[in-house]
């Protein structure tokens, strides 16, 4: 037989502790919800000032291009051509013949003489200016301008393409000039670092 002795004279019962935990509960996800609220609120309205910044630069963008159409359409065909020419002298002023002899003595074999030279034309892509060049090399043996047009390729400086070829005769030595068609990309500091490279070499090689 058990008996159930109750020893407190006043028993522990406290009621309000968990309504304070349950309380505590959602003052907490209250808080976590106004936060998140909140922050949705900002991120929506810092979208909705970005749009608006990007519709506000292609309406100016297409104010300018709609206003260039109009200077365009307003000039004669003497202006245009004026206009053109202008261009193509500023592109020229930024183009720069050192670097192309840099650039042709660095990529061509000791066996190619250059003959002629011309720019056809100069224009920019970004930062990078291309010229279109007419190219007049001399050489002996035409497996040499072979190698040269390929390694002219890899490297990525000039893009030559053969147009014609005429043998030479009656001169001090028989061979062929070859006519290329050439595209120019200069890259800043290659030519400059071959051609110190190449003369180290010739220096090794006479010491030798």
């Known amino acids: 037989m058990s008996v159930n002795v109750n020893l407190a004279s006043r028993p522990y019962n406290n009621?309000?502790?968990p309504w304070?935990?349950?309380?505590?509960?959602?003052?907490?996800?209250f808080v976590g919800l106004l936060l998140v609220v909140q922050l949705t609120i900002s991120a929506n309205r810092s979208a909705a000032q970005a749009e608006a910044e990007v519709n506000a630069l292609k309406q100016k963008e297409q104010q300018l291009v709609s206003?260039?159409?109009?200077?365009?359409?307003?000039l004669t065909a003497q202006q245009l051509l004026d206009l053109r020419a202008a261009h193509e002298l500023v592109d020229r002023k930024g183009f720069s013949w050192s670097r192309l002899l840099a650039d042709l003595e660095s990529s061509l074999p000791d066996e190619v003489r250059v003959s002629r030279i011309a720019i056809r034309g100069v224009t920019t892509e970004g930062n990078q200016t291309i010229a279109q060049l007419e190219l007049a090399v001399f050489s002996k043996a035409p497996t040499t301008i072979t190698e040269m047009i390929s390694v002219?390729?890899?490297?990525?400086?000039?893009?030559a393409d053969l147009r014609s070829q005429n043998l030479q005769k009656g001169r001090a030595e028989a061979g062929t000039e070859y006519e290329l068609d050439v595209v120019y990309r200069p890259r800043a500091g290659v030519a400059i670092e071959r051609i110190a490279a190449n003369e180290q070499s010739k220096a090794s090689e006479v010491t030798k």
């Open 152 to 159: 002219m390729d890899r490297e990525g400086i000039f893009h």
């Open 20 to 29: 304070l935990i349950t309380a505590g509960i959602l003052f907490i996800s």
């Open 15 to 17: 009621r309000a502790l």
């Open 67 to 74: 206003n260039a159409e109009k200077v365009k359409e307003s």
